[in-house]
């Protein structure tokens, strides 16, 4: 099955500093790698997510790197704003006998300071 | 994009008695809905897998009898836990999937308290 881990499992910002989170996995037939952002008493809600053939993607402040060969990929956060306190979890399918299920990372809570 | 809502958000119930959650996706069929449970500061822990007109595939430990879930149509998906008791307390999310490639949208959460 697959494994993901995650670090930081906290991190605190200055208001317009970056953050960055970083996730492992273990299986390299993964090809799918979400990442989603929970608010307290919310469901994670999907923020970005990128695909095995491609190394980088960005949507505004946020952007995902990921490194086949190395089995990891990040979350980047640009500019970070209060509003972008909360928590974070990266994911990855489950491919062999999986049903389309994902293995999710123990989550990183971020915090940004004003 | 994707909507996932579940009822009732909030649910308190005395030990005994069972408790029904429903989780819809409002705006696509889904092929698949998942159930999780998370406990505060953890990570999602996935109960079990559940697609339109089949059986449920649960996740290692986690029991059949107590933890009924229903697919009857790709929209909607329930589960109710059965009997409940203060240990099964917990914030009970819900997913649905849209492509075989893994997306999950989730809903909102349903807050249950045992008493």
Known sequence: GENVEQHPSTLSVQ?????????TYSDSASNYFPWYK??????????IDIRSNVGEKKDQRIAVTLNKTAKHFSLHITETQPEDSAVYFCAAPVVTGGGNKLTFGTGTQLKVEL | GAVVSQHPSRVICKSGT?????CRSLDFQATTMFWYRQFPKQSLMLMATSNEGSKATYEQGVE?????INHASLTLSTLTVTSAHPEDSSFYICSAG???????FFGPGTRLTVL
């Not at chain 1, 929970?38 to 809600?45: A, S």
């Not at chain 2, 069972?18 to 429903?22: A, H």
């Open chain 2, 64 to 68: 059949k009898d107590k933890f009924l």
């Open chain 1, 15 to 23: 208001e317009g500093d970056s953050a960055v989170i970083k996730c």
């Open chain 2, 98 to 104: 849209t492509s075989a490639l893994g997306e999950q």
């Open chain 1, 38 to 47: 929970q608010e307290l008493g919310k469901g994670p809600q999907l923020i």
């Open chain 2, 18 to 22: 069972s408790v029904k959650i429903e």
